[in-house]
């Protein structure tokens, strides 16, 4: 059973930053994807930024400038530095690790609020 801890989440001033990790229980090297999504209520859960394997990333168009994906295999940790942050980037965080569409992992989530 796979097991992905979020940490880092936090209440933010709007311009501040945040680093969200993700640590996986084992290699992560033995997921296809790994990546961040997020929620806010009453809406879908959106991509925000994954990272293959061999260290593609993909953002959502609008997160692309601010925020950074990483991958550290030797800590079995993914991180996702947020800067610039927004009160519209308040949401909850999942961590997901994906090897196919039937094996496929999330967090418990971490919250993230951006507000003066």
């Known amino acids: 059973q796979v097991q992905l801890v979020e940490s880092g989440g936090g209440l933010v001033q709007p311009g501040g930053s945040l680093r969200l990790s993700c640590t996986a229980s084992?290699?992560?090297?033995?997921?296809?994807?790994m990546g961040w999504y997020r929620q806010t209520p009453g809406k879908q859960r959106e991509l925000v930024a994954t990272i293959n394997k061999i260290g593609i990333t993909n953002y959502q168009d609008d997160l692309k400038d601010r925020f950074t994906i990483a991958r550290d295999s030797a800590k079995n940790m993914v991180t996702l530095s947020m800067n610039s942050l927004k009160p519209e980037d308040t949401a909850v965080y999942y961590c997901?690790?994906?090897?196919?569409?039937?094996?496929?992992?999330w967090g418990q989530g971490t919250q993230v609020t951006v507000s003066s």
């Open positions: 997901n690790a994906y090897i196919t569409i039937s094996t496929n992992y």
């Open positions: 084992g290699n992560i090297d033995r997921f296809t994807v």
